[in-house]
Each structure stands twice: as C-alpha cells, then as structure tokens.
C-alpha cells in the first residue's frame, strides 16, 4: 500500500541515532516530522525570492506574493472553503481560536451559554473562559464516559436557544477519540448556534471538507501536518468571519487610515495584521502537496495497521492502561503502566532512542477525569514502522523492570 521505506527516504531526521541508538520518533501529535520538499521549500523562498507581500511592486514582492496567495488556494482546496478569503493565515491553531474568542465580545450577552467539551485540548477552553470572563456568559461542558466518548444525550440536554457557541476538537489530543462532529455541528445549528472545530489532531490523519461539514470555523497548525511551526489556518464563513471585529490592528488590515477613522480591509486581510510567516505560509502549502501525495485514505489506513498492532502488543505488558479506547480514534495510545509516573518511563525510553510525550498534554481536565497525573503518550504517523512499535515494546519492557 504505502512505501513505508521511500516515505522515510523523504524525512532527512528520521535518519540518525539519540543517545546512540536509532531514533523512533512517536511523538507526531506534538508535532511531526517535517520531508525535504517542505525544508527545501522555506530554504528556496529565503535563498530566491525573499521580500515582503502584498507591498511592493519590484518583482520579488510579486513572487513572494504570488506563492503566498498560491498557498491560500492550496489550503482552500484541501480543506473545501468555498472561497479563498476564508481561510487566514495565522500563527497556528492556539492564534486561529483566539481570534474567534476574541471578536465574540462583542456579539455575547451576559446569560448566554457557550458549550465545550470535557476533552479539550487547553487552547480550546482558556480563551473562553477569558471570553466568559468578559461578557458574562457561561462555559456547559459536554461530559465523557470512561472510553473517552463524549456523551451526546447530555449535549442534547445542554442545548437551547441560550446556546451561542459550541467549540470542540474533532480529535482529541490525549486520547486519539474522533469525535461526532457532523453531529454535534448539526443540532447546534438547530438552536442557532455556531460551531468552532479544533483541527489540530485531526487534519494530519482525516481530510476534512468544511463545506461538507458545515462547519461555521475550522482551525489548524500546519506544524502537525508536516509543515513548519508558527503558521495555520483559521477558517472560518465568509459571513462570520465579516461579522467578526479584527484582532489586531497594523498594517495590510487596513483600507483607510486617518487620525480621525480608519475603515478595515476586506477578507482575507483584515485578519493578518503585520508581516506573516511568509516562508511558512508557501511551505505548509507545500507540505499539503506532500500529504495529498500520499493520500489521506492511504495514511488512515496504514494508520489505523499500526494502531490496531501496537495496542494490541502494548495491552501484553502487565499492568498496562489505555486511556482512550474508542473504537473511533487515530493512531494515538496513551497509557500509564501501574503506579509508575509517566516521566520516569519516558525519560527512561528516552535513553533508549524512543521519543514519546509524557504528562498531562495540555488536557488538565482530561488526566483529572480519570484521576491521573498525566499519561505516558505515543502517536504514530504515516512514516512510523511495525519494527518501531516493537522497540517502544521492547523499551517498555525494560523501563518497566527497571522503575519496578
Ligand atoms: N497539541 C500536543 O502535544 P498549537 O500549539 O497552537 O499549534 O496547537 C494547540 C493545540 C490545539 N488543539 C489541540 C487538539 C492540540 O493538540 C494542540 C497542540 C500538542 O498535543 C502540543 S501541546
């Protein structure tokens, strides 16, 4: 199906030793690994047509600007926008919601109630709470059960015509769950509400259609998609993203400026003050070529192989808990073996080339839910290998004997 080896071929990082040993590197939900066609891509706009856009009219700000827009395109494509100028560039999915949470101000009253649920990631709850704090309306929280599935009788329960806002991750970081989101974006749409989509778990895995879905916002960091940190989108409908106030004030938002009124630009531009991450920007569009490449249904299948065999030989360890058992999840195993912390075992992997996250991956209520202090986590992606699972296993084995 996938040539796992000529993949590989493609990441330069995959190919060398930490701590002496051969890298696994299983902690792609933080973020992945970046192909030499997106690092050749940022070295050849710096090396060839660095210059500002949207600005100039000498010939390398058309280039650079043209590349720019061409990756908006790109984005518009994969993600189905119905028009370029949905999609803003920003400085990754933590930006994107903030924005939204922010330009929501001024359209909330105190009472109204916006909905989240228990399994966020901490960038989708804490610029609520800010929003809550400012206007006075009130955070419900859609529970879960012991699987890590939210509860949707409850959510049923939680709306009414109060509802203003739903916000929730179609992947949670911590557990792997795919979330029902055409579902919850559907009965939220029958009280009115609108409904923001945290991206950031699902897009290296799932290829999401906006228009599909009839998501009202959708947000992403390229960064987790084989791109380069510190760019993402924020999609969001031609409509709401009109309706919102823009974020920050600067320059390229701006159609007029007089000390006495300045009127904003159009879309896409009234959201990216400032100079973005140009280089950024060409590269995440080409990082999205190297996915499409691939092909997304390629990448969950194979995906899904690794899952499916490294749950299975993680669950022979003895003492061994999965936190997140959906049958509805991405390549994502969190875990805890017995009283030992999660640090110990991922320090102790560590040193044996295997690089997984540990901790409460910015999920509080998530590790409070079960009880827990944090969970050791491994995600697997598309260049990740069977044999890899089995040195995680191997790797486990010892941390284990030895922290025991
Ligand atoms: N999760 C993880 O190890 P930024 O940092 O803005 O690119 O993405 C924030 C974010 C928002 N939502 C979800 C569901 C996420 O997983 C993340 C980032 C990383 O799980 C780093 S904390």
Same mark, same amino acid.
Request: glycine letters at 4%; proline letters at 0%; aromatic letters at 0%.
């Given at each position: 199906m996938l040539d796992i080896k000529k993949i590989r071929a493609d990441f330069p990082i995959l190919n060398q030793q930490v701590n002496g040993k051969p890298l696994v590197y299983l902690d792609n939900a933080a973020t992945s690994q970046k192909p030499q066609v997106v690092i050749d891509s940022l070295v050849n706009y710096y090396s060839t047509i660095n210059a500002n856009i949207?600005?100039? #009219?000498h010939t390398l700000s058309q280039l650079a600007t043209d590349a720019f827009e061409q990756s908006r395109i790109k984005l518009q494509q994969h993600f189905n926008a119905?028009?370029?100028?949905?999609i803003i560039f920003t400085s990754g999915t933590t930006h994107s919601i903030n924005i939204v949470a922010t330009g929501f101000t001024s359209l909330l009253q105190k009472g109204d109630e916006l909905i989240v649920s228990a399994m966020e990631h901490h960038s989708n709850i804490v610029p609520w709470q800010m929003l809550c704090e400012r206007t006075g309306a009130i955070l419900k929280v859609i529970p879960m059960n012991q699987e890590g599935e939210l509860l949707m009788d409850e959510y049923d329960q939680m709306l009414s015509n109060k509802t203003k806002l739903v916000f929730v991750n179609? #992947?949670?970081?911590?557990?792997g769950t795919i979330n029902p989101i055409k579902e919850i974006i559907d009965k939220a749409h029958q009280v009115g509400a609108a409904v923001l989509i945290d991206g950031a778990q699902s897009s290296p895995h799932i290829k999401t259609d906006v228009q599909a879905l009839d998501a009202d916002f959708y947000v992403v960091s390229a960064h987790k998609m084989c791109g380069p940190t510190g760019v993402g989108i924020l999609y969001g409908k031609e409509a709401w993203l009109n309706k919102l106030p823009p974020y920050q004030g600067g320059g390229e938002m701006i159609k007029e400026v007089t000390f006495e009124k300045t009127t904003y630009a159009d879309l896409p531009h009234k959201f990216e003050a400032g100079t973005p991450n140009i280089a950024g920007v060409i590269a995440f569009g080409t990082a999205v070529d190297y996915m499409n490449s691939i092909g997304f249904d390629n990448i969950a299948a194979y995906e899904n192989e690794l899952l499916q065999y490294a749950t299975k030989k993680l669950l022979q360890i003895e003492g061994l808990k999965i936190y997140g058992t959906s049958?509805?999840?991405?390549?994502v195993i969190s875990f805890n073996i017995g009283e030992i912390h999660p640090y110990d075992i991922g320090t102790i992997i560590d040193k044996l080339g295997v690089e997984v996250r540990t901790g409460h991956h910015c999920a509080q209520p998530i590790m409070d839910f079960y009880k827990i202090p944090g969970t050791v986590r491994a995600s697997f992606s598309f260049y990740n290998t069977f044999e890899e699972v089995d040195v995680l296993y191997n790797a486990l084995i010892k941390a284990k004997m030895m922290l025991s």
């Open positions: 949207h600005r100039g #009219v119905k028009k370029s100028h949905e179609h #992947v949670s970081n911590a557990l049958e509805h999840k991405t390549s």
